[in-house]
């Protein structure tokens, strides 16, 4: 068996938060390698990338999401009781009801419909300009509990988008930063309990088919039972939060339209063929998760190298998708690359790899590429709207990321 490489620093929690996205791949190229162990806030990690990498994450068993993630990250994005902290016939089970919500096209499309209204309402009067990841934000919230089902008289939806905001945007950042998103949290679970508790007891009904109904109601788990209402407020933020943080993806899409005036005018005059490849490479290409954690429930083999029971292991999901052994000339925006999330490979993992149905692979993929697709359509085609910058910069040491300065759009006064 080979020794796995080391980092010669005690720990690397400081170069992680200065480096941010490029802190595993910097170190992977240092030591000529695609893992190394190291320590981060003084527990040793074992750090991957690669296809081969996204392999053990995402395509073997005894690799489970339970203790892989520090507790204020766990809580803020999938927490304890959600689909994510399952394995086995139970991960299973859960995950097929995400699949059948999130993946089915009939109900993708009717998010999309929701999404599109919600837009021009937003963009269609306006006189001023707005911070484009703030509107999408706001939008696509509106357009998620819309389509989940949860009635209008019952949210707030300024409030609600601004506090899914925040658990994403305090992911990166430990320390008070976090527990003040964690409270704000703790708010919105109490509030969907409230949701979930009312349709158990018949004192709210709702559509037929609607995620709060088949989440509320209709589930049940391997024992024939319902899940906590605790559980399923769980999983409501499980739907209601990455929907709303596309909005940080449509940012990006921004971005590539204004630094790719090519593109856009292309997209102008309809020529839609090529919208998917455009912004699968924005998937790509601008950074979101920057990794994702495992704990190994058994010990592994993994090309040449010994990993123990316990190992908790770190897959670089920036690096592998900036591997110029995978996609050659990395930092280029080439939507002729033609990737998609179809393909269930280990390369292209901007949202996990492999199938979903049987691994921890996102089931949003299908939602984010549909959505993103349709924004540009909407700021190319139905409603143009004006983009600036022309450029900005995308700080790597942030997570997660965003342009700076942020990008805006405004009413296109030269017209279409
Ligand atoms: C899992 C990223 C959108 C729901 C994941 C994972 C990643 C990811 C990297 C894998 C985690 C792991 O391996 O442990 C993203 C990004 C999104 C996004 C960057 C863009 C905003 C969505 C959407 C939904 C969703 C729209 C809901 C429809 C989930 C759920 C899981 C998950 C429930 C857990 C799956 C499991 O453990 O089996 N996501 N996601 N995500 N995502 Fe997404």
Redesign the pocket.
């Known amino acids: 068996m080979k020794a796995i490489p080391q980092t010669s620093s005690l720990d690397s929690t400081l170069a992680l938060l200065h480096e941010g996205y490029a802190f595993i791949s910097n170190r992977c190229d240092e030591l000529g390698t695609d893992i190394f162990q190291s320590r981060l806030m003084l527990r040793p990690v074992v750090c991957m990338r690669g296809e081969e990498a996204a392999r053990l ?1 995402y395509g073997a068993d005894g690799v489970t ?1 339970v203790g892989a993630m520090p507790w204020t990250v766990l809580r803020l994005l ?1 927490d304890k009781d959600s ?2 902290q399952l394995d086995g016939e139970a ?1 299973r089970r859960r ?1 097929a009801m ?1 699949i059948d919500i ?1 993946m089915d096209g009939a109900a993708v499309a009717a998010l999309l419909e929701r999404f599109r209204q919600h837009w021009l309402v937003h963009f269609e009067r306006r006189k001023e300009d707005c911070d484009l990841r703030e509107a999408a934000n706001l939008i696509l919230t509106k357009a998620s509990a819309d389509w989940i089902g949860i009635p209008p008289s019952r949210r707030d939806d300024v409030k609600l988008a601004r506090r899914l905001a925040l658990m994403i945007d305090r992911t990166g950042r430990p320390g008070p930063a976090a527990w003040l998103a964690l409270v704000s949290r703790r708010r919105l679970e109490r509030w969907l309990v409230t949701i979930v508790t009312a349709l158990r007891d018949g004192s709210l009904e709702v559509a037929e088919g609607c995620a709060l109904r088949r989440i509320s109601l209709d589930y049940r788990d391997a024992d024939g039972q319902p899940m906590s209402e605790e559980a399923a407020a769980v999983e409501l933020l ?2 209601l939060r ?2 709303a ?2 909005s940080r ?1 449509v940012a990006f899409v921004g971005l590539a339209l204004a630094r790719n005036p090519q593109w856009r005018e292309r997209f102008g005059q309809g020529q839609d063929d090529d919208i998917e490849g455009f912004v699968e490479e924005v998937r790509r290409l601008y950074p ?2 920057p990794f ?1 954690g495992a704990r190994l429930a058994r010990s592994q083999d993994w090309l040449g190298y010994s990993l123990p029971e316990g190992s908790w292991l770190l897959l670089d ?1 920036y690096g592998t998708t900036h591997d110029p052994r995978l996609f050659p000339s990395p930092t280029n925006f080439s939507p002729e690359r033609g990737l998609t999330w179809r393909d269930l490979d280990f390369r292209f993992i ?3 790899g492999g199938r979903p149905e049987s691994s ?5 993929e299908k ?2 590429v549909e959505i993103l697709k349709e924004t540009v359509k909407l700021l190319c085609g139905i409603l143009p709207l004006r983009i600036t910058p022309v450029n900005a910069d995308v700080p790597l040491s942030i997570i997660p990321a965003s342009p700076v300065p942020a990008i805006r759009v405004g009413p296109d006064r030269a017209g279409p």
């Open positions: 994450f999401r999938q689909v994510q991960h995950k995400f999130a499980n739907l990455p929907i943080a596309i993806w979101f998760f994702v999901l901007p949202q996990g921890h692979r996102c089931p949003g939602i984010t």
